[in-house]
């Protein structure tokens, strides 16, 4: 219920705002309200300053500590949403030949033909089967079938041209030119989360994304490490995605007696960590819910280097490095098709189906989010109907433990936010 008051003379400056919470039963609700005047003690001040003049109680302590902090998206300048196909069905595919040959089969036929066929429905304003068509057919060639990260730690196929309006609705290509072919890594996040859940909306890619690969709710945002020139660029080398100055003051306050100055890589992995750490999640859960994050300064060289640690070992975990994974003791056991129909997760069994599963799953990894998504539940739900081969099963073993591997890591993650 919000009550506004405008006075004749009330000049022009901003208003003072009285907030009031009610809890409990109905009934309750409707008898405070009904004896209450607007200089209840029902009503209190609220101080809401700017830019975002919140309507709910914080703690602005917190927040001006968390604000000294810089932005991710102000450290990596160079950053956009992820790719919004506008069909992924039809430009989305898992096996590369059959995404091949339908690429082929699609270019050639009548609009209409096509639209019936793939199910694509009516055209909308930013996309048009005649243009992806026409996209197509200027540029068909199998060197343009690329890896994207659809979800996390599941791979796909796509065909990119780079083209605004054509086979893709907005394949972002100012920022998803550097992500091809594995030419660089990037954070990819998001930039508010609707809802209760808490942040857990960072991931490491090395592969184009969608604006969904983290969450299907929010747009994801992709900041590259590198940049690429172009063909016609001057100079053509490979230049690092940070902003010169927070780089630099970054480095003097990380600068240590034996690990010198940290490179790129190593500041990647710094925020990396800060992101994974759980007391950084907990002190600043309500702030990360409505802008981009924002990094703590190290308080100092150590603590640099230390977080920096713990975010390299996560990064190799969730690029999928095989050193880093180790073994999957989670054998995969039963008698049956192999095709997925309902996952459910039962005294440390992971099941596909009623008579077959993974064997000593940790129940961390069945629960653990990453951004919007249950990847071990993802993965699984995104194949039903679909027979496992022996490649799923090892990368889906592969799955658990990053996962638990991951809860572990973040739990030797320490910062002092004082």
């Known amino acids: 219920i919000i009550i506004v008051v405008k006075k004749k003379d009330g000049g022009n400056g901003l208003a003072e705002v009285m907030h009031g919470d009610l809890w409990g039963a109905r009934a309750m609700k409707y008898e405070t309200l009904g004896n209450a005047e607007l200089a209840s003690q029902v009503f209190q001040k609220l101080e809401s300053p700017a830019p975002q003049h919140p309507l709910v109680r914080r703690d602005f302590a917190t927040q001006a500590a968390y604000e000294k902090g810089f932005a991710v998206n102000s450290f990596l300048p160079v950053n956009s949403v992820g790719i919004v196909t506008a069909r992924d069905g039809l430009a989305i595919d898992d096996d590369k030949e059959r995404l091949w040959k339908r690429i082929n089969d699609f270019s050639a036929m009548a ?13 909308v304003r930013d996309w048009k089967v005649a243009w992806a068509q026409d996209d197509l057919n200027r540029t068909l060639s199998p060197e343009r079938l690329v890896r994207i990260s659809y979800r996390p730690f ?22 998803m030119r550097h992500m091809r072919d594995g030419q660089s890594i990037a954070f990819g996040f998001t930039r508010t989360i609707e809802g209760a859940r808490s942040f857990a909306d960072c991931l490491v890619f090395d592969k184009l994304i969608t604006h969904h690969s983290l969450s299907m709710k929010e747009v994801n945002i992709c900041c590259p490490l590198y940049l690429h020139p172009d063909e016609q660029d001057l100079d053509q080398s490979r230049r690092v995605n940070f902003d010169t100055k927070l780089w630099k003051k970054l480095q003097k306050l990380a600068k240590h007696p034996t690990h010198g100055v940290p490179d790129e890589v190593q500041t990647f992995d710094y925020i990396y960590g800060v992101l994974h750490c759980p007391a950084y999640r907990d002190t600043y859960a309500e702030f990360l819910k409505i802008d981009f994050p924002r990094i703590p300064w190290p308080s100092t060289p150590d603590e640099f280097w230390e977080v920096s640690a713990k975010g390299e070992a996560l990064r190799k975990l969730h690029l999928m490095e095989p050193a880093a994974i180790g073994d999957t003791p989670y054998p995969y056991l039963g008698e049956g098709d192999n095709v997925v129909d309902k996952p459910t997760f039962a ?15 940790p129940e961390i990894s069945w629960s653990f989010y990453i951004g919007g998504y249950q990847p071990a539940q993802k993965w699984l739900k995104d194949r039903k109907g679909r027979a496992l081969n022996l490649d799923d099963v090892r990368h889906y073993q592969r799955i658990l433990k990053i996962l638990s591997e991951t809860d572990r890591t973040m739990k030797t993650i320490k910062m002092d936010l004082k």
Request: charged share 35%; with cysteine.
């Open 154 to 175: 599941d791979t796909r196929w796509t065909y990119y041209t780079g083209k605004s309006r054509g086979f893709m609705c907005y394949p972002r290509n100012e920022v």
């Open 347 to 361: 005294e440390g069994k992971v099941w596909i189906n009623k008579d077959q599963y993974f064997d000593a799953a």
């Open 111 to 123: 609009v209409e033909t096509a639209r019936e066929k793939y199910k694509l429905g009516k055209d």
